[in-house]
Structures are given as C-alpha cells and as structure tokens.
C-alpha cells in the first residue's frame, strides 16, 4: 500500500522555491548538445563577412569591389551605395541616434563595416575581404572626450545643420558638433550650496574604463528569406528577440506576423547582445536579394573592437559632510564616452541609464547628478556587461567616494557607511535622486559582513603589516577590501521605462496538458543564467506540479509570449513575476474545477502544495494532477474546457537588491603581483527561488568583476587603433586567478512583486568591481594615496608604488 506522504514531502517532490535544484539545460550543454547561431545549418547557406576599416577616422574616397567579385564562389559583395536605395545604409540605434550600417562617406572608428561580402564558404569570404580596395583619406583621430569637446574636428558631419547649427539630439539641446545629450538630474542649487557651507568636502575624479563582456560565443545570425510564403526567419544570438523583431519590421517594412526570430541557446550575453549590429541588417539583406540563407558569425577580434562595450566614464565627484561623518550632500558630474554613435539600449527617459542611483545604500538628503555623453572615435554601444543600465559606474562611483570622504574625515570606512546607511524602518524610501527603494536592511547585513569575516581582527592585522613594512620586515601589504552597494534592477515599469516606445512590461503564457504536465513561454531569453530550471521552480510552488514535469520555452517570436527580454537582472523582477502570475489564474480556475468535482463551494476548497483540499476535511481533495485532467475531461459548466493562461506584468517599481562584500588582498609592492586571500560575498535578492542558481551567478559575476578591476580594458592608443583587440592582450581570469568565494546571504523579500523576489545576476558584478578597487586603493591608504585609477594590473600597481616612494 502507498504510504501517504506528509505535507513537506509532497512539497519536496515538486522540487519548487528554495530548493536547489539541479539545472535541466546542463544535459544538453554538458554532452555537446547545445543548440547556438553557429550550429545552425540550413540548405543552400552562404556566408558573410566584414572588410573594416582599420582606420579611426577617414574619409572613403572609394571602394572597389571587382577582385573580390571575380574570385570564385563570391555571391554579392555589398556597400553603402547599395544599400542607400533601400534606405538601410543608416539604422536607428536603441539611443534614438542612427548609425551607419556600411560606412556611407565616412568612419568614426577602427573596425567600422565598410563592405559586407557574401561567398559560398566562410573561407572564401574571408579571402574576398582582402580582395576590397579601399582608397582611405585618413582623419585627426580624437579618442578623449575632453578633449573632443574643444575640437574643431567634427566627428558626426550629419548632425550638422548646412548653415553650421546644431539641431537637437534625442535628448535635447547639444552644447558642440561633438556633444550629444546633457542628462541632468536633482537639486543642483541645493545641492552645490550644502557643499559649499559643508563642514568637510570630499571631492575627486573616478574613471571607470572601458572594457568588454567579451561572452564564450560571439554575436551572429542566420537570416532566412523564403520568398515564396514572404516569411523572413531570423536566428540570432539576440537577447531580446521581440524587440529584435519589431526593429527588423520597422526598419525593412516586413510586416511583423512575416517576421520569426528565434535566438536558440545562447553562449553568454551580459549585455552585448542586446543591441542591433550591422551584421544583421546586412545579412537579412544578402539573403532577400539572394533567395537563400545568410549566415554572418564574429570573430573574437571583431566582438572585441566592434561591439557593445562597457562603462567609459570619468565621474567627477564632490561629497559633503559633517565633522562626525554624517553626509550631506552629493554631487557628480560625469563625461560618457559613447565612441562613434550614441547605440546604448537605456530605456528612452535614461541617456545615461540608472546611473542616478549614484547616492547608493546612504540616506543622503540632497543630491546633483549631470552627465554629458561625447562622441569619439572609438566603436559605439556603451550598454553592457552584466549591468546595461550603468548601476555598475553608480555603485563604483559611491563606493569609491565613501573611502575617500573616511580618508578625508580619518574615520573607519566601515564606521563611516554604517552610519549614513538608509535605516530599515525608513523603506519604501524616497533617494534624493528619484528612485523609490522598495526594501532593505542595511545594517543587519553590514554586522553580519563584518563579523563573519572579523574586520576589527583584520584591521589590526593591517596596522601591523604597515608597521612591519616601514621597519624592513616585509614588502607585501595588506588592502582590505569593503563595498555596500545597492542594485537597482527590473526595468521596468511601463510608465517610466520603454525602448524605442516598447514598454518594459514581461510576459508568461501557460499551457496545462491533460495528463498534469505544462509547457510555459516566456518573453525572457536564457543565456546561461538557467532559466529553465528556476522558472519551472516558480511555477512548481505556484501551480502545485512537478518542476521535472513544466517544460519552460524562451526565445522564439511565433511561440512566445511579447517580451522585452534577458538584460540587466529584469528576468526574474519581471517575467518571475508575470510567470507566478500566469500560475495564480491557473490556480484560480483550477479551484473552481476542483470545487465542482468535490461538489462544494468554490470558496469551500483551498490550496494546499499540489492539491485543492475541502476546508476541514483534508482527507477530501483533488490533486493538480486529477483537476488538470478534468479540465480536459469533464463538461463543467459554466467553465470553458482546458487549463491555461497568460500574464502580462507591469511591475509597479523596479527591485532594489543590496549586498555586503569584503575583499583581503595582499600586495607584492616590489613586483605589483595581487594576491585574493579571501572574498567574503554577501547578497540580499529577496525571496531566493535557487540557491545554487544564485550562487552561479555570483561565483560568475565576481569573476567577471575581478578582471575589470585588475586588468581587463579595451584600450586604444593616439591613433585610434585598439591595443586589446585579442585575448593575448585582453585579461580574461581563469582558474588560476579567481580566489575562493565565501557566499552568504540575508533575506528581504520585495514589497511589490508576488514572490518577494528581487534580481541577482549583476548583483556581484555591480558590488565587486569597487570591492577589489577598494581593496587595492586600501592598501596603499596609510602611504597617502587617495585614489588611483582601474585597470589595477601589475604594473599599474608597481607604478602607484613607485609614485609613493615604496620602491627606496
Ligand atoms: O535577467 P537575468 O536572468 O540575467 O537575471 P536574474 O533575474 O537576476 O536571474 C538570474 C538567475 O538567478 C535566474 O535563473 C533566476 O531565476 C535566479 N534567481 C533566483 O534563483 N532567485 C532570485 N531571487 C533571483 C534570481
């Protein structure tokens, strides 16, 4: 006989919320089976590639296509001036800029598209790129956006009026040829009369430099016209197909219903695959003047110089605050530079993202923030890297201003957060810079930060090993790490957050089959962070099935659900939100099934784990199983056969997830080596659906983190031409590098989203990054250094020390 199994295993069984379950993709990813851009294989593919410029800045003075097109196999090779007659040499950039498809007169950067040719093998069309003659004209290069402010090179011609004036950008007014929005937000009288009356001022300038996602799989497509249904297909290793989709309608006036695109398993994304990129303009071209399917995959080198990076901003800070270390007022103004074009992905009102969250986890009472954006001669995108809303240059910004407000006031940095920290009782709290924080508890975390990794202890230590260093005895030190930093993720609510128009809302859709087992699609895209097995986890405590029996479904237009989808930590804020949702109607009608096959009142039944029970008489009930079966099976009436429904989710507010991070460092003075001893990561995101999920996502964000504050950069030299295009001279941590994370974790759920929880994935990218910087900066602290600037690699290291005299 069957035992009955208790409420907690019956829970058990379904493998729902809080459990750690294992990841279903992992089979398939593991054994070779994934499905990416690259594997896509279709009958009569051609190829394309790119011939770039390898100049910064010149003028085309022509181009000359004949060698390329007499070697055999080259189908088409297409330029500008072919693609001028459709109207698709330029293409609109998610900024609201426009950006050159094929380089139309001009090129604003190294690696810019200038021709795009189309072969029968990769091969061949690699071998007709060098075939392309371009005649160059080279022009003064300006990679310094101060420097591009006060030039009189004007880098975008057309953006500018015939008789010499500026027309408006997107966002308003531009102050020179190279300018192209002023973003500001707060009280700046205010704020700049606090600071001038203000006790102690703390005042410096941060650069957080350019960098890259640089994900395992490059960006891609295949684009497949079948001109006799008029059906375009279109793969892609997009992260938000639907708007992917809308834009590809918009901009060739294929009718969106004529328009699929599916992004299949995809190798990474943080941010870079967000944009629209010129190779899929280009290939959905060749493939509609050819009649077969194009295939256009990247190199390393060209993801590298050409697409979406990161951050590239100098933020020049002022903070205020009384003698006792209690702030007062916080001012900023920093220069963005967006290379070539304006091509960010921020929501529409946000030029510069979320970066006016730039007051972090402090209850400060006035602020300013003004950020102006520049063109230069570097590649455009400016969005990504686990953080497409600029949180990451926000959270840098603060933390590192924190440490030099305690050096200026000679306060304990820790002592000197913990007592400007936004008190528990003060949530849901107003930021003076706009943002309504929905929930947190500072200082529980913070204490628990600090005992767990006995910072009073360190401390000491760190005093001794001064003293140890001064007297001769050793030539490490030692730099202790701290950042508290406050996320802000799920864009977004639909009143204050859209691109190109299109609301940041998110979708679920559910069907119940017969037999008590589900398929959900959802507007997201997975690209590592295992939606399949969380969301599935979601809908399991939901809707009381197994998670092993719910099929989750991401990434196809035609099938999913309208979503904006997988960037900057919205999945779970919003498509978790609009999945447990879809699950409560399930639910709903569910009860009234059940009601009726226990012949009792609707309101006579309740939910309990996987079954409707009659009130008082738990030996009566349905299980889920038993009522999906019935909606298939039974004429109920008043209620329509079958079991689904779907949700569109508007979140009322983004989520605010919070961490502590302690980061201890020791320093070989005499040769710049840096070596993590210990990281102590501790992360609030709310309700935690998987914990072993989350734990991913943090061993991978603080990796990530490490490498742009120790070393990773894209950097360009005079003429434009880029240093780091390689991974020979682009740092990329390995095993060797990466230290041994402690994780650890409070809980605050989220007020306003149905199952408290809040996003994680750039959670410990967003804090790690100032945490090793911090820790670095520290060490050097009791030589008199205030700041220095990221990438904090070895020599950069070496040279600090030299400049504080520590080399004898
Ligand atoms: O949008 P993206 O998927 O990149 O970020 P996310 O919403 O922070 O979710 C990353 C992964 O962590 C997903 O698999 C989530 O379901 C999981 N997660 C979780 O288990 N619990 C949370 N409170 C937040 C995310």
């Not at 590239?312 to 074009?341: P, Q, R, V």
């Not at 964000?701 to 742009?708: C, D, K, M, N």
Request: proline share 5%; glycine share 10%; with cysteine.
């Amino acid at each position: 006989m069957n035992k009955e199994l208790s409420r907690q295993e019956r829970a058990d069984a379904l493998g729902g919320m809080g459990c750690k379950r294992k990841r279903v993709e992992d089979a398939r990813f593991t054994q070779g089976k994934g499905n990416y851009v690259d594997d896509i294989k279709l009958p009569g593919m051609l190829f394309g590639d790119f011939v770039r410029s390898p100049y910064a800045h010149a003028r085309i003075k022509s181009i000359n296509t004949d060698a390329a097109m007499a070697l055999d196999g080259v189908v088409a090779v297409l330029t500008a001036a072919d693609l001028a007659p459709l109207g698709l040499h330029w293409m609109p950039t998610l900024a609201g800029d426009k950006q050159m498809v094929l380089a139309d007169g001009k090129v604003l950067f190294q690696g810019q598209e200038v021709a795009y040719v189309v072969a029968k093998d990769r091969y061949i069309a690699a071998d007709a790129v060098e075939l392309v003659e371009v005649e160059y004209e080279e022009l003064e290069v300006i990679i310094d956006p101060f420097a591009s402010l006060k030039s009189d090179v004007v880098l975008r011609e057309d953006l500018v009026a015939e008789d010499g004036s500026l027309p408006d950008g997107a966002h308003g007014p531009r102050k020179h040829h190279n300018h192209i929005f002023t973003w500001e937000v707060g009280d700046k009288e205010t704020t700049e009369q606090v600071i001038g009356e203000a006790e102690v001022v703390a005042e410096d300038m941060f650069y957080y430099h350019r960098t890259h996602p640089c994900p395992l799989e490059t960006c891609g497509c295949v684009a497949s016209m079948d001109k006799v249904n008029g059906k375009l297909t279109l793969y892609g290793t997009f992260q938000a197909p639907h708007a992917i989709r809308t834009v590809v309608s918009l901009i060739s006036g294929i009718e969106e219903h004529n328009i699929r695109v599916i992004s299949p398993d995809i190798g990474g994304g943080f941010g870079n695959k967000v944009g629209a990129y010129p190779g899929y303009v280009c290939s959905v071209v060749a493939s509609i003047v050819t009649g077969v399917p194009v295939k256009w995959v990247e190199d390393r080198m060209e993801n590298l110089m050409t697409t979406a990076f990161a951050r590239d901003y100098w933020m020049k800070g002022k903070i205020a605050a009384t003698k006792e270390g209690k702030i007062t007022g916080l001012w900023c103004h920093t220069t963005a530079d967006h290379g070539g074009f304006d091509a960010c992905a921020d929501p529409t009102k946000f030029p510069a993202g979320f970066m006016n969250i730039c007051t972090g986890s402090y209850d400060i009472p006035v602020a300013y923030l003004a950020v102006d954006g520049v063109y230069t001669n570097k590649a455009p995108g400016g969005v990504s890297y686990r953080c497409s809303f600029r949180v990451t240059e926000a959270v840098y910004f603060i933390e590192r201003m924190i440490e030099v407000l305690a050096i200026e006031l000679n306060m304990d940095p820790a002592e000197l957060r913990r007592i400007n920290f936004i008190k528990k009782e003060q949530f849901p709290y107003q930021s003076a810079l706009g943002w309504e924080y929905d929930s947190g508890d500072y200082h529980t975390a913070w204490d628990k930060a600090l005992e767990a990794v006995d910072y009073k202890g360190l401390r000491a230590e760190q005093a001794q090993r001064v003293e140890d260093f001064k007297a001769g005895k050793t030539r490490s030190l030692m730099g202790i790490g701290l950042t508290f930093f406050t996320e802000i993720v799920g864009a977004g609510p639909v009143k204050n957050c859209d691109i190109l128009g299109l609301g940041m809302f998110d979708s679920c859709e559910i069907r119940i089959h017969p037999t008590g087992s589900a398929i959900a699609r959802l507007g997201t895209i997975s690209q590592g962070q295992g939606h399949a097995t969380t969301f599935a986890q979601i809908l399991a405590t939901e809707i009381g099935l197994p998670a092993d029996s719910i099929t989750i479904e991401e990434g196809d237009t035609d099938t999913a659900p309208y979503g904006l989808g997988t960037y900057g930590s919205r999945s779970t804020p919003v498509a978790g939100a609009a999945t447990a949702m879809a699950g409560r109607k399930i639910r709903a009608k569910a009860q009234m099934i059940a009601a009726y096959l226990l012949e009792v009142h609707d309101d006579d039944v309740e939910f309990d784990v996987d079954r409707f029970v009659v009130k008082g008489a738990p030996e009566k009930f349905k299980t889920m199983k038993e009522i999906a079966f019935a909606a298939y099976n039974q004429a109920i009436p008043g209620i329509e056969p079958g079991l689904e429904a779907v949700s569109y989710y508007d979140p009322p507010n983004m989520t605010y997830p919070f961490g502590a991070y302690v980061c201890v460092m020791d320093i070989d003075v005499d040769t710049g080596v840096t070596d993590i001893r210990r990281f102590y990561a501790l992360d609030d995101c709310g309700t935690r659906i998987n914990p072993m999920i989350i734990e991913g996502q943090i061993h991978g964000g603080l990796t990530e983190a490490l490498a742009v504050a120790l070393g990773q950069e894209i950097a360009y030299d005079d003429m434009g031409n880029v240093k780091t295009g390689t991974l020979m001279d682009f740092f990329l941590p390995t095993a060797w590098e990466v230290p041994n994370y402690e994780t650890d974790h409070t809980v605050t759920p989220s007020p306003h989203h149905p199952i408290g929880a809040k996003g994680v994935g750039e959670s410990p990218h967003v804090g790690g990054v100032p945490c090793f910087s911090n820790a670095v900066n520290d060490a050097f602290k009791a030589f008199g250094l205030r700041h220095t600037h990221m990438p904090h690699d070895h020599w950069r290291i070496w040279q600090t020390a030299n400049k504080l005299g520590l080399h004898g």
